[in-house]
Structures are given as structure tokens and as C-alpha cells.
């Protein structure tokens, strides 16, 4: 009788362990990462001994089911597909990442660029002939700075010093200039601009631009006797014609005018006329001395 | 009474010897041409007058400074050569840089001329890059100065604007005044070493590039003035430095009249300018009348020959563009009395066109009876024919002398492709052209000599 109750208490012992209890298997350091049992591994077909293909073939043959090791590397496609997944994830948050610094440093570029002269407001006299490259120092080999299209505006500053086939040049880019060297042989001049006499001078109805006045409308001085180049220009609207010391001299069609004059060295006077439609409507008689 | 009848007898006397050649008849009348013409030395004035002196400043100017090994600069001391030349031909000497403007030089400033510091350019890139030599400023001053001698020293490389429209004109305008005026223009033209920056070479886009690697290059001297100074300063650059060689050396004067003289004013025809069988033939004498018109005087008959040769030398101003057309003004006149003192009178006959002109390098070929000959004239006659020659248009030796150191705009990109050593000056030919069309316009047909020929066709 003991021992039959002693049976029943082990048997409900048994029941209620078995019953209770939740598989807890322990934790190892060989577990998949965030699983608790080991990484599966995955014995490729090709690779299997004749036994473990015997025993494939009557699990799908005879059970119509995966064998143990068709099952682990059908688990291990999956964990690798799955990491795959994480993977591009991770790309793809390191590429927003990559992007968001380039943004950042182009908007510090543009900070830097907004800080610079612009060169918009500047007459650029030389052309590329052909496409061709701006680079960082007189030579090929250099870093390259910009590509130069054919007929760009370039900036003629100055020849390299070094090499003479070399010069270095402001490549206009948009409102902004970018130098650089560039060969000499792919540089050519524009035509040469005909320079309209400033807007806001042609108050007076004739101007003298060169040589600078002493005394304005009396006086020039010189640096030594002979020949010298007067120019000027007149208010066209104006004066129709100019005329030097008895003698009348060309009104360009930019309104500009020159004549040549020899200073003796006792000084010479010089006496402009300037008529419209035959009337004077100006006259200028000043002195150019020796200094 | 006695006394009036000797007075009358002494002036009747006096009339008949001079008019002796006439009275014989042994020549038709005509009416003698006589050139005035005698050497053509313009206003040999022996005053010194006032030089002015040009020194082209552009930065290319620069490479005729600095040495390139190889190669001989004479820059240097022909710059120094002019300065002398000038002190001694002139009275008083101004001198001038040019470029864009023309401006007066300081006395410190001349002896930099030779020196590469004198053509750096202060001013900014754009306006010190492809700098112009506006030489139409100087011909423009030299108009308003037609008494003095101007000496312009320049690469002389101009611009196609620079020749065509109304930059030309202010070219073509003062050198038609001066040349009208008797001036000329000499263009010394020295091939020298260069060792810098030849730019201003226009693209066929229009726009401008430059040339590095010239090793040599020719620059320029130009001299406007009298004819004697421009040869004075010509004479003593190459007695200085072309005696050996002139490989390096070209030389070309413009002038109104190329013609150097009048070979009767000076009685220069000589028996030798006919052939020397004429002198052994029957009857030769060679005479002057009026110590002006030569006559070969001789008995010839259809096979004698007559070609009158002269050398160009002796009628064209040396370096000058010579003449490229000659006239021939020819009358002949016959009487049937072969010997003078039964000649009555002569008879004007209407031949037409009888002698022909050729010309080569050297020599002046008059070739009588050419195109009228001897044997379809009629025999047992006297012939009187009379021959003034003309120089009728000058010629164009002086482009031809510049064309090797001359380039076209439309050629000077390839010339430049090819990496020359030794580069042209743009359009050289072409302003020579303009030069020698100025001095043809003002050329007036020119009589150069005169003769006759009096001869008896035997049978």
C-alpha cells in the first residue's frame, strides 16, 4: 500500500513537473546571434557523405518531408536572406548619412562662395579656343580645377613665371571665377572693346581723358618736349564737329576724338573748337608746359 | 653810215652762226623736249633740320632686346647707330615712344630703349596684352611736318583694320601730301634675333593668340624725309653691319618718282649705247645738238643694227620700285637728198608704231625698226628718226623685296602652327602695296632720255 501510494505521489510529481515546467534550455556563447541555439550549419548536397544522402532520400522519398540537414540549410538560406535584408538597411541609412555631410558641406561651400567677389562686373578679355582643362599649378599633371569649354571667358592675369607656355587665367563660371593655369595656346584675345566715354562725364560739351588736366580746361604738364596724343571726346548730341588749332580733327563714331601736338619747350598752346551745324558752341584754349 | 653797216653786219653775222645746224638742213625742225629733270635729289638742302625719332614701346618690342643664343642682335647697336645718324643729320633731335598714343621721351629715357625695361608695360593686363603700334599717328605728324626727317623704329606687324577703310585713309592721306611734296619713304628692314612674346596674331575666329618660340624676327626702320637723308642713314647701317652680307638686310624706297635722272640733261647717251658695229659703219659720226639731243649720225642699209641699250641703273633711283612701264614718243622724217647740203627739206612720215621696249633686270632694250623695218623702207633715202622715252607706271620690286618677310592675316595661324624659328611680320606686302599705290598715284609720266638717229638706206 506504501508503495503504491509512494508510486501515485511520484507519477503526480512527474505530471505536474512535466506539466509545469517551460522548456528553459540554457544560454551559450556559441547560440546564433539573439537565439538560443547554436548557428545551424549548412552541409551543402555535393558535400554530404553517401549516408547522409541515403538519409535525405527516405525522408523525401518514404516520409515525403525534409531530412534533418535539407532542413538546417534550408534554415540557414533564410537566416542569410535575412541578413542580407539588415544589410542593404544599414547601406542604405549609411548612404542618407553620406548625403546629409555632402549637403552640409556644400552649403558651407556656397556660405564661402557667397562671401567671395563676384566676377560679373568684370570685362573678360581672352576666350578658350577649344575645350580644354584649368589646372591647379603650370603643368598637366597638376590637379585639374575646372573643365574649359571651347569659346569660355577667361581672365588674362599673368604668364607663369616658370613655365612660359603657361598662364594663369580666371575662368568665368556663372557670376563667379574660378583660377587656374591654363596653356597658352588654347587662349585668344576678344576683339578689342571700343570704350564708350563714361555716361557720366559727358556733362561738359568736350573732354580732354588724356593726359590728365593740371588746371582743368587751362593747364597740362608734361614730362618732356615733342609729340604727344591728346584724346577726349565731345557730347555728340552737341558738338558736330571739332577743330584743333585751325585744323579740323576726326569725331569717332564712339564719340572719342585724338590729335597729336608737339610741345616745344617753351610750352605750346592749344585752342578747340566746337560747333554744331557750323556754330561754335564750344571753344577751349589752354597751355601744355614742361615739366 | 659806215658804222651802222657794220653794226648790221655783226648782228646778221652773229644770227647765222647760230642758227648754223638749221641752215644746212642735216636735221628737220622740231621743237627739242628738254627734261628739267636732272638727279633726282629732291631739296638737297645742306641746312640741318629738325629729326624726329619714333621708338615703337609695345611689350613685343621687348624680344629684340634680350639676346637668343645663336642668334646676332644688332638691336642694340642700330638703336645706337640712329641716335648718332640723327645727331649728325639733324639740328635738333626730339624723340617719341609710340604705341596706342604717341609720347614725348625724357633725355634719360632714350638710353633705355635698348633695354627690356623700357617696353614693360605698367599698365593692367587688359591694356599692356596685344598692345597696338598706331603708325598712322606718325605719317600723320609727319604730314604736319613735311621739312623734317622722321625715323620711326617699329616690328611693323599692323593689322588687317589697320590697312582697309578709314584707318588706311589716315595712312594714304598724309603720303600722298608728303610725297607730293617731294618726300619719300625708306623701309630698312633688319632680320634680328628675338627672344620674347609675339602677340597680336589674329585667328581664324576673329580673335587674337600669340607666339613664343621666334628665335629671330625682323624689325623695322622706317625714314621719312629727303631722299638724301634716307640714304645716309641706309648707307651707314650697312656700312655698320650688312658690309659682308645683306642676307639679313631689306631695303625699299617709296617715292613720287623712282626716276633717279634724265640721261640728256647730263649728256649720259654715249656712242656705246648703240651697238659697236654701228660705230664701223660708212659715215658714223655721233653728235649732240644743242648739247642736249644725241644723233648717230651714218649710211646703213636693211641689215644694220639698231638697238639702243641702256642700264636701269643709270635711270632708276636704287631700292626704289623702279619702273615697270616705259613710252616711246617716236617721229621720222625723210628727204630724198642724202647729203645735207642739197637737203631743202624734210618730210614728216606717218609711220605708225616703229620700235619695240624690253626690259630685264639690268638693261633697257630699244629696238629700233622693229616693228617698222628697215627693209620695207624705201632706199636711197635720208631717215631722220627721233626717240623720246618715257617712264609711264612704277613697279611693284619693292613689294617683292619684303614678300619672303611678309605673312598674311589668312596664313598666319598655320605659319604659327608650323613653330617657325624665324617669324614674318603681318602684313608687310600688303602695306608696302599701299605705299607704292600712294607713289603711283602721284607718279607723272617722266621723259628719261632722247636721241636720233640719222642715217642714208643704202641699196
Given amino acids: 500500500m506504501m508503495n503504491k501510494i509512494l508510486i501515485n505521489l511520484i507519477k503526480s510529481l512527474?505530471?505536474?513537473?512535466?506539466?509545469?515546467?517551460?522548456?528553459?534550455?540554457?544560454?551559450?556563447?556559441?547560440?546564433?546571434?539573439?537565439?538560443?541555439?547554436?548557428?545551424?550549419?549548412?552541409?551543402?548536397?555535393?558535400?554530404?557523405?553517401?549516408?547522409?544522402?541515403?538519409?535525405?532520400?527516405?525522408?523525401?522519398?518514404?516520409?515525403?518531408?525534409?531530412?534533418?540537414?535539407?532542413?538546417?540549410?534550408?534554415?540557414?538560406?533564410?537566416?542569410?536572406?535575412?541578413?542580407?535584408?539588415?544589410?542593404?538597411n544599414n547601406s542604405v541609412d549609411e548612404a542618407k548619412e553620406i548625403i546629409d555631410e555632402i549637403k552640409r558641406e556644400n552649403d558651407a561651400l556656397q556660405q564661402s562662395l557667397e562671401n567671395a567677389a563676384l566676377c560679373s562686373d568684370i570685362t573678360f578679355n581672352h576666350k578658350s579656343k577649344k575645350s580644354t582643362q584649368l589646372f591647379s599649378k603650370p603643368s598637366a599633371k597638376s590637379d585639374k580645377i575646372a573643365d574649359v569649354k571651347s569659346n569660355a571667358d577667361l581672365l588674362y592675369i599673368s604668364d607663369s613665371s616658370s613655365q612660359k607656355k603657361w598662364s594663369f587665367v580666371l575662368l568665368m563660371n556663372g557670376k563667379k571665377c574660378n583660377p587656374g593655369y591654363i596653356q597658352k595656346q588654347f587662349i585668344s584675345k576678344k576683339d578689342e572693346v571700343v570704350k564708350e566715354a563714361p555716361k557720366e562725364v559727358k556733362a561738359d560739351l568736350i573732354s580732354i581723358t588724356k593726359p590728365t588736366w593740371?588746371?582743368?580746361?587751362?593747364?597740362?604738364?608734361?614730362?618732356?618736349?615733342?609729340?604727344?596724343?591728346?584724346?577726349?571726346?565731345?557730347?555728340?548730341?552737341?558738338?558736330?564737329?571739332?577743330?584743333?588749332?585751325?585744323?579740323e580733327r576726326q569725331i569717332n563714331s564712339d564719340d572719342t576724338f585724338s590729335f597729336n601736338i608737339r610741345v616745344k619747350d617753351a610750352g605750346t598752346e592749344v585752342r578747340i573748337v566746337g560747333n554744331k551745324k557750323g556754330e561754335t558752341k564750344k571753344t577751349i584754349t589752354f597751355q601744355i608746359k614742361v615739366k | 653810215m659806215k658804222q651802222t653797216f657794220i653794226q648790221i653786219f655783226i648782228v646778221l653775222l652773229t644770227l647765222s652762226i647760230s642758227n648754223a645746224y638749221s641752215a644746212e638742213k642735216c636735221e628737220p625742225d622740231f621743237e627739242l623736249n628738254k627734261a628739267t629733270l636732272t638727279q633726282n635729289n629732291e631739296n638737297s638742302s645742306s641746312d640741318k633740320g629738325e629729326v624726329f625719332v619714333f621708338f615703337d614701346q609695345s611689350k613685343t618690342m621687348q624680344g629684340f632686346t634680350i639676346d637668343q643664343p645663336g642668334q646676332e642682335n644688332l638691336y642694340v647697336n642700330i638703336v645706337d647707330d640712329i641716335q648718332q645718324i640723327s645727331e649728325n643729320i639733324g639740328s635738333d633731335i626730339v624723340y617719341q615712344n609710340f604705341g596706342t598714343d604717341v609720347n614725348p621721351m625724357e633725355d634719360r629715357d632714350v638710353s633705355k630703349v635698348k633695354t627690356k625695361k623700357f617696353y614693360e608695360c605698367s599698365g593692367s593686363s587688359v591694356s599692356c596684352d596685344n598692345q597696338s603700334s598706331k603708325i598712322q599717328e606718325i605719317f600723320k605728324i609727319a604730314e604736319d611736318y613735311p621739312e623734317a626727317t622722321h625715323i620711326v623704329v617699329t616690328h611693323l606687324s599692323l593689322q588687317d583694320r589697320q590697312l582697309v577703310g578709314s584707318e588706311s585713309k589716315q595712312i594714304r592721306g598724309p603720303l600722298t601730301s608728303l610725297l607730293k611734296q617731294g618726300k619719300s619713304i625708306g623701309i630698312i628692314g633688319i632680320m634680328n634675333s628675338f627672344n620674347g612674346k609675339i602677340d597680336n596674331i589674329p585667328t581664324k575666329e576673329g580673335e587674337y593668340t600669340e607666339y613664343l618660340d621666334a628665335e629671330t624676327r625682323p624689325f623695322y626702320i622706317l625714314v621719312i624725309g629727303n631722299q638724301d637723308n634716307i640714304n645716309r642713314i641706309k648707307d651707314e647701317i650697312v656700312e655698320n653691319h650688312f658690309s659682308s652680307s645683306k642676307e639679313n638686310f631689306k631695303y625699299a624706297l617709296i617715292t613720287s618718282n623712282p626716276i633717279l635722272q634724265n640721261l640728256n640733261v647730263n649728256k649720259l647717251i654715249e656712242e656705246t649705247n648703240m651697238p659697236a658695229s654701228l660705230a664701223r659703219a660708212d659715215n658714223f659720226s655721233f653728235n649732240y645738238i644743242e648739247d642736249y639731243l644725241p644723233v648717230y649720225k651714218f649710211s646703213g642699209n636693211k641689215k644694220t643694227k639698231l638697238e639702243f641699250k641702256v642700264n636701269t641703273d643709270q635711270i632708276e633711283v636704287p631700292g626704289s620700285t623702279g619702273v615697270s612701264e616705259f613710252s616711246i614718243s617716236e617721229k621720222v622724217w625723210t628727204t630724198n637728198k642724202v647729203k645735207c647740203k642739197d637737203i631743202k627739206n624734210w618730210n614728216e612720215a606717218k609711220f605708225g608704231e616703229i620700235s619695240a621696249i624690253s626690259r630685264d633686270d639690268k638693261e633697257l632694250t630699244l629696238d629700233l625698226f622693229k616693228t617698222k623695218p628697215l627693209k620695207k623702207l624705201f632706199r636711197g633715202l635720208r631717215y631722220f628718226y627721233k626717240i623720246d622715252l618715257y617712264a609711264e607706271k612704277p613697279g611693284k620690286s619693292s613689294e617683292r623685296e619684303f614678300s619672303e618677310w611678309s605673312v598674311k592675316s589668312s596664313e598666319i595661324e598655320e605659319l604659327k602652327e608650323t613653330n617657325p624659328v624665324s617669324f614674318k611680320t603681318l602684313n608687310l606686302e600688303k602695306f608696302v602695296s599701299i605705299l607704292n599705290a600712294v607713289s603711283g598715284d602721284t607718279f607723272k609720266k617722266t621723259l628719261i632720255a632722247s636721241f636720233a638717229v640719222n642715217f642714208e638706206l643704202t641699196k
Fill in chain 1, 14 to 88: 512527474l505530471i505536474i513537473i512535466l506539466m509545469s515546467s517551460t522548456a528553459s534550455a540554457h544560454k551559450s556563447k556559441k547560440h546564433a546571434p539573439g537565439s538560443k541555439f547554436d548557428p545551424v550549419v549548412c552541409i551543402p548536397p555535393e558535400e554530404r557523405t553517401q549516408a547522409q544522402k541515403t538519409s535525405d532520400n527516405i525522408a523525401n522519398d518514404l516520409f515525403h518531408r525534409l531530412s534533418k540537414l535539407q532542413q538546417e540549410c534550408a534554415i540557414f538560406r533564410i537566416q542569410q536572406l535575412e541578413k542580407g535584408i539588415e544589410d542593404a
Fill in chain 1, 214 to 247: 593740371s588746371q582743368k580746361e587751362k593747364l597740362i604738364v608734361v614730362p618732356a618736349s615733342g609729340f604727344i596724343t591728346i584724346k577726349g571726346f565731345v557730347d555728340s548730341a552737341k558738338i558736330d564737329q571739332i577743330i584743333v588749332n585751325e585744323k
